[in-house]
C-alpha cells in the first residue's frame, strides 16, 4: 500500500522556520522525483520545489533562498526546510511523487502550515 505522510506543519510567526518531512512507503522511492506542493485557500495548486533522485532541485521563484528541499534515499524520506517563513507562505502543503519514467504519481493527505502573529 503507497502511503506519503506528510508531519511538521503548524503555526509560525513571520520570520520563523519550519521542517516538514514526509515518509513514503509502497514504492520504489529512489524511481520517483519527490515533489512539495502547497494550495492556499482559494487559490490553485502549485509546486514548491522538486528533488531528483541524484538530488537535483529546483525551486519556485518565490521560495528560492528560503526553502530548501532534500531527501534520504536509504530512509525513503523528503524534507522541506522553510526559513523567512511569511504571511503568503500560509498553506497546505503536500508531498508528491511522480515515477520518473511512467509518470505514475502519488500525493500524501497534506499539513498544515500558518504564518501569522
Request: some cysteine.
Amino acid at each position: 500500500q503507497v502511503q506519503l505522510v506528510e508531519s511538521g506543519g503548524g503555526l509560525v510567526q513571520p520570520g520563523g522556520s519550519l521542517r516538514l518531512s514526509c515518509a513514503a512507503s509502497g514504492f520504489v522511492f529512489r524511481n520517483y522525483v519527490m515533489n512539495w506542493y502547497r494550495q492556499a485557500p482559494g487559490k490553485e495548486r502549485e509546486l514548491v520545489a522538486r528533488i531528483t533522485s541524484a538530488g537535483d532541485t529546483n525551486y519556485a521563484d518565490s521560495m528560492k533562498g528560503r526553502f530548501t528541499i532534500s531527501r534520504d534515499n536509504a530512509k525513503n524520506t523528503v524534507s522541506l526546510q522553510m526559513n523567512s517563513l511569511k504571511p503568503e507562505d500560509t498553506a497546505v502543503y503536500y508531498c508528491n511523487a511522480v515515477h520518473v519514467y511512467t509518470q505514475r504519481h502519488y500525493w500524501g493527505q497534506g499539513t498544515q502550515v500558518t504564518v501569522s502573529t
